[in-house]
């Protein structure tokens, strides 16, 4: 992750509060507490307001969510406290997600695969509820809606505090933003297809442009390693979306050759830092396809693009006025301070290193021999 976002309070998490009301207070306490009721929900008055609407109302997502909860009761109250106790930790490690990314002590992560181990019958109870949290259907719902606002204004309220249009998984793509009618979608970090308990905790949603979401991350999961079969699943560092101390990515490119027409991706490496976070930047690579993705990008339109730049601010001057244009190392000290001001806007931290490298490799020792290729 190229940058960390600003996290932005907001009414929608109101909805997350009530989980963790249904989760700590209703369910886990239902060994003791009898048959299900809506008596259930007298300490937290807007949830009453709100099971009571979808008991007596005739809304499909509401009478879906009410089944749920009074379903995965039922299956609670016939655990011993010390299950109830295992399943309110796994409840608690899922939602902290920064100890959780650091792969720190306390994160005792929850798969449903790993809860089917021991309850196969209420780990599909709370896929089908947790699943189904985070959909329109549900969430648009009047008397829900009333209670925890909607989706586009928390859009609207986080693009503004976080002031930029650049996705933050790969720095090349653009976000919709406050200026925008629509908006982009929301990742579950954790995925929601793998994890419960976090699917409508905002920290685990983050927005994240089309490429990075549905074209390379999908379902990946970005807390554990690929899939080896010859070995058990191996749990990795991951940058938090949130973090305050994220200071950014070193990206340095090196070219095997400077003749331009027979570049190959296996002939442009490159290398990302500082090593204090190298594992992050591992998860990061693996989990959004940075590497290709900068690759295509410079072996493209783009690169091409930006090496013409230097070719025609060399020749202008020269060919137009006669006097000396601007040189490709002046050109290159003039890249670097727009990548320092605004290192995301018009692909800058990438178009300076590639630019760096280019210079490194000597293509700009024989500019003109380039240039006349152009």
């Known amino acids: 992750m190229l940058f960390a976002y600003t ?8 909805m997350h509060r009530f989980i963790n009301f249904i989760v700590y207070q209703v369910w886990c306490r239902a060994p003791k507490t009898g048959a299900f009721s809506l008596d259930l929900f007298d300490a937290n008055p807007p949830l009453k307001e709100v099971m009571t ?76 509820f947790f699943k189904g949290l985070y959909s329109d259907s549900l969430l648009s719902l009047a008397a829900l809606r009333d209670k925890i606002g909607d989706i586009t204004s928390h859009y609207k309220a986080f693009v503004k505090k976080n002031n930029g249009d650049k996705c933050p998984f790969c720095g090349i793509n653009d976000l919709m933003g406050e200026y925008h009618s629509r908006r982009d979608a929301y990742d579950h970090y954790l995925p929601k297809a ?6 409508i905790n905002f920290r685990n949603l983050v927005p994240a442009c089309h490429h990075c979401n549905s074209s390379y991350k999908t379902s990946k999961d970005p807390a554990y390693m690929p899939k080896d079969p010859a070995r058990s699943a191996t749990r990795r ?37 500082p090593t204090v976070i190298a594992d992050q930047i591992e998860t990061w690579k693996d989990v959004y396809g940075i590497e290709e993705r900068y690759r295509a990008k410079l072996l493209g339109g783009d690169g ?11 020749r202008w ?22 990548t320092h001001r605004s290192p995301y806007a018009n692909g800058n931290f990438l178009k300076h290193s590639f630019l760096q490298g280019c210079q490194a490799a000597g293509l700009f020792a024989t500019v003109k021999q380039v240039g006349a290729a152009a």
């Not at 006025?321 to 301070?337: C, H, I, N, S």
């Open 194 to 199: 793998i994890y419960p308990f976090n699917s």
């Open 304 to 314: 091409k693009a930006w090496l013409v730049e230097v070719l025609d601010e060399w």
């Open 53 to 128: 609407s979808f008991a007596y109302g005739d809304t499909q997502p509401g009478d879906r969510f009410y089944v749920q909860v009074q379903a995965i009761y039922e299956s609670f109250s016939s655990l011993p406290r010390r299950e109830i106790a295992q399943l309110k930790r796994w409840h608690q490690s899922n939602n902290r997600l920064e100890d959780v990314c650091a792969n720190g002590p306390r994160a005792h992560l929850a798969r449903y695969v790993d809860i089917a181990v021991s309850y196969p019958v209420l780990s599909n109870q709370l896929a089908d």
């Open 317 to 338: 001057n020269e060919e137009s006025a006669g006097a000396a244009g601007k040189p490709p190392e002046k050109y290159l000290q003039d890249v670097g301070r727009h």
């Open 237 to 273: 560092r991951v940058f938090f979306p949130f973090s305050k101390a994220h200071t950014g990515i070193e990206v340095e490119v090196t070219l095997a050759h400077v003749d331009l027409q027979k570049l190959t991706p296996t002939d442009v490496v490159i290398s990302f830092g």
């Open 7 to 14: 996290y932005v309070p907001h009414q929608m998490e109101r």
